[in-house]
């Protein structure tokens, strides 16, 4: 769909060079960092401030141009591809700290700023944001995803950790929602609203961030199990006995042989977890001491514990260059990282099942999970031109999800829907999906809010 | 406005002798516990499951009569009242325990249950529920008003702990939102959104609720200080340095002398902190040092500390009983409970200038604070029929509430708007409050839901 001519006009008097149809620019911003394939957008724009992205979406709903949001490319299920054309918002140039109260433990970003940007912005101050997600994500991606990552377990996911947004509405409106306070009961929660609305009933742009004390000590630990249940089990009774463990990592025998291969460890080729415990000296002595006492009941062998910052490094490396690992099985191969989250109780079982079918596929796909909150990522390593061997994968996907809703559990627990997941929503949420749309309806009449994403 | 005849012929049908219009029945559900007045629905009704809720919003979203949903009757700011007159829907008789799923740690139940209906079926499984607002409110109630209460600095708000939700929406369909895994960012958040939402989105009639393992140790400390801003100071740096303290609670001076009064105490008559820490032995005896020592650097007297559970429960009896010591400094009157939530930087300036405005107006108003969360509760004990009293009750209450707006705080940190709040909505949120109304007017476009409660 050709652009009307006032549109981009009134775009580049908007924005000037922050306006662009190139086509680097346009293919840059048309993809996350997953398999699915590039689709452009017609022109991307960056704005600088909330009043510029408002001023973009009014000049795009006056023409009923569809908007995409873009924060760091980074999501996996297809978010960013401008299925039916239209204008990027990219908010690489918003990256401002608007405000850090410390003794408040909060702090206000623009939308556009990293992770990791934020953790720099936070040296010093005693308090660290403790989500991680892998990538190095925008903190509006994050957001609009419901992102979470390796310490859900024990700080939550971006829902628990976000007090607010503004927000600029499909109309061009900006709302801000929710506020400093830790929390409230005044009116209906947007700020959870548009948290995972994947830009479909706004564009975020500045957010309200919970920040968290960091802790006096840190240490973690290493083991291996014989059995995925039982590696499995260990993490559950953990958490049942609150130990309030920071993350509780499961790599399978098929990932470790990849870190073994890629950094040249020699783990056992087991199901294997690593842990990280948060809190006083002694607290997380006591944290590592249960753990160890728990695991071993469980038959886990190997286990090695380290405080210190540099022994914690080593021992992670595994699993933080898991994804890389499982990369350089296959050089020149695509990675499809898919996740789905079920009740814990079945977790061991929906992971099983999953690597039998990946196993009878012949596909290589190492499994990773968050165990603490039963939430497993399949990384499948393929050649996306390869349609027959995209059919198989996709196929394993398929019973994996469907074998997820059917254990009550859910057909992604942080990648969110773009379009890659569209088709199971409905699987998962029946009748509630109408609600879902009428709330759409009712914020985003004219349907440009990233169209095509999350619903058809 | 009477019925229309068909209507309390199709209920009758329907729902038997569990349809009633008798005065006792009515009056008995026109009111919650604060002094709002009663305001009587036209009948009540007592379905027994979601298909008789949902039969029962068909018949009157086909009169285009009002529904009020009724829990406990434990609300504090009108949300029960039937300012619209219309049909009542308790949900007494809906107090079934679903399923009880100790390995995950959740269970789902009606929404009529109580909270402590809930802790007698959890007895002898490890686990419990915290969420504790003081009242023996039922669980669809406090999932109604996003409720949360004492434990909230540790264990979160209704919104954190509530994984999905049976609600019959105002057409009558059902739907249900979340599931069973930790996590999940598959589509909006609809859960969240019927959190909090006062009944005037749909009927919650099933709650799937997250649970914790009871802790190995439990141990409680009391701590006098000579400044309130000393006495908040203590926890604002207890919460910093990530001492996971279960309970904070503040009670004011004046609160202090009431229970002192009613239960024969000799407590200091000064800003008071009560702490309960949950955790290992070793855990909870470290927790309650280190908040000796800060509190002891902060010019604390008098701190004692118990870990034996009798020990505990005579510590927290002031706590406990605070809002009946209030209720007994004037006998026949009634208590007005009002809460506002700031930013914890800002709480003790809030509690001391709202304190300055009760005493300059010659109220008697105790003041109590989850001072963890910044949230704070003034009881004014009024008689409700002394109109010059209650306005200047009124003008207190309006001045702490736009000082808590102007601190970057909330109307309500936890009793939720009803119709009490609603003029504060707009003052809070802005424009955000149009965003609220498109919700409400895509999922109940014939406003039959609560009418008159969180907008106008």
Redesign the interface.
């Known amino acids: 769909m050709p652009f009307p001519e006032p549109l981009v006009f009134e775009l580049e008097a908007l924005l000037g060079d922050r306006f662009s149809m190139t086509e680097a620019l346009r293919a840059q911003h048309g993809a996350g960092e997953s398999f699915h394939p590039i689709e452009m957008p017609g022109a991307v724009t960056f704005p600088r401030s909330t009043e510029e992205v408002a001023a973009t979406v009014r000049v795009c709903a006056a023409h009923a141009v569809p908007i995409i949001p873009f924060g760091a490319g980074t999501s996996l299920e297809g978010h960013v591809q401008a299925v039916q054309g239209g204008v990027c918002i990219a908010t690489s140039q918003l990256t401002e700290l608007i405000e850090l ?1 410390p ?4 702090c206000r970003v623009e939308s556009g700023m990293t992770r990791k940007t934020l953790e720099g912005h936070l040296k010093g101050s ?1 308090l660290f944001f403790p989500i991680d997600p892998g990538a190095d994500a925008s903190l509006g991606g994050m957001a609009a ?4 990552g390796t310490t ?1 377990v024990r700080y ?2 971006m ?2 950790n976000v007090l607010g947004l503004t927000v600029v ?1 499909a109309d061009g ?5 929710g ?12 700020t ?2 548009f ?3 994947e830009g479909t ?1 706004g564009v975020i742009t500045e957010i309200l961030i919970r920040l ?5 000590a840190t240490s973690a630990a290493v083991c291996s199990f014989s059995t995925l249940k039982d590696a499995v089990d260990a993490v ?1 009774l953990t ?4 130990v ?1 463990v920071a993350r509780a990592e499961l790599l399978d025998e098929v990932q470790m042989d990849a870190v073994n291969q890629f950094s040249d460890f020699s783990y056992p080729v087991q199901p294997t977890l690593f842990f990280e415990f ?3 000296p ?2 997380v002595e ?1 944290q590592a001491n ?1 753990v160890a006492e728990i695991a071993s009941d469980l038959g886990a062998t190997d286990f090695e514990w380290a405080t210190m910052a540099e022994d914690r490094t080593k021992l992670w490396t595994a699993r933080h260059e898991a994804y890389y690992a499982a990369l350089a099985l296959r050089p020149g191969c695509r990675g499809w990282a898919t996740d789905v ?5 079945r977790l061991a079982e929906c992971m099983l099942a999953t690597r039998s079918d990946i196993d009878s596929e012949g596909l290589v796909a190492p499994i990773v999970s968050h165990a603490g ?3 497993f990522h399949v990384s499948f390593i393929v050649d996306p031109d390869d349609e027959e061997e995209m059919g198989r994968a996709r196929s394993v996907n398929k019973k994996m999800i469907m074998r ?1 809703i059917e254990m ?10 773009g379009y890659g ?1 569209m088709p ?2 409905l699987a ?9 749309r ?6 985003d009449p004219q349907k440009i809010m990233n169209p095509g994403k ?1 619903f058809s």
Chains 1, 2 share one sequence.
């Open positions: 109260n003794e408040d433990m909060d005693g995803t419901g992102a979470s859900t939550g996911t829902r628990e509405l409106r900006v709302i801000r929602t506020g400093r306070a830790r929390k409230s009961s005044a009116g209906y929660d947007l959870k609203l948290l995972g609305s009933l968290h004390g960091i802790p006096e559950t958490v049942q006995m609150g309030g948060h809190g006083s002694a607290g006591e249960t989250c079920v009740p814990i109780s909150d039963g939430n997820a009550g559990g859910t057909c992604t627990g942080e990648h969110g829907v997941k199971y929503l998962e949420h029946g009748e509630a999906v109408s609600t879902m009428s709330i759409k309806q009712a914020l999350i």
